[in-house]
């Protein structure tokens, strides 16, 4: 995915309660997590928000401007912190782009137990076939 940056880089807060620490991100709206401790939290925090921009990135909508620790410093309760987070984009797009999906494909009997006497991998071949179509044929791109 050429032209993407290969960091996005937003302030979380960090809310503590007695369950654990809630994860929010003010400059987007429904990328939330949850942490038990502030070592899982971190963690969390980093991958909802790399799922968070993948998602944007792929709906081609626009990247909201993250605020900077000043801004939202002002209106922090006592129970919450800022966390500068970072997320590294490159190997969650390549992850993400490499998963594969469950189609369901409806073939004649005799060509499913033809194909299971040779030992067919139909997954493999469908994959095959499609790529081929998809080079020799641009108008599906």
Not at 16 to 42: K, R
Not at 45 to 53: P, T
């Amino acid at each position: 995915m050429e032209g993407l940056p290969k960091f996005y880089n937003y302030v979380a807060i960090f809310t503590y309660e007695d369950d654990g620490i809630h994860i929010t991100y003010p400059d987007l709206p429904g990328c939330v997590s949850f942490g038990a401790d502030e070592d899982e939290a971190a963690r969390k925090a980093e991958e909802v928000l790399q799922l968070h921009m993948f998602g944007i990135e792929e709906d081609g909508e626009s990247v909201p401007k993250p605020s900077s620790l000043r801004e939202l410093k002002k209106d922090l309760a006592e129970n919450e912190v800022l966390v500068k987070v970072n997320a590294f984009m490159p190997v969650i797009r390549e992850k993400l782009n490499k998963r594969f999906i469950k189609k369901t494909v409806s073939i004649p009997y005799w060509v499913n137990a033809e194909g299971e006497r040779y030992g067919v991998n139909f997954s493999q071949l469908l994959q095959n076939a499609v790529i081929a179509t998809v080079s020799q044929n641009k108008k599906y791109l």
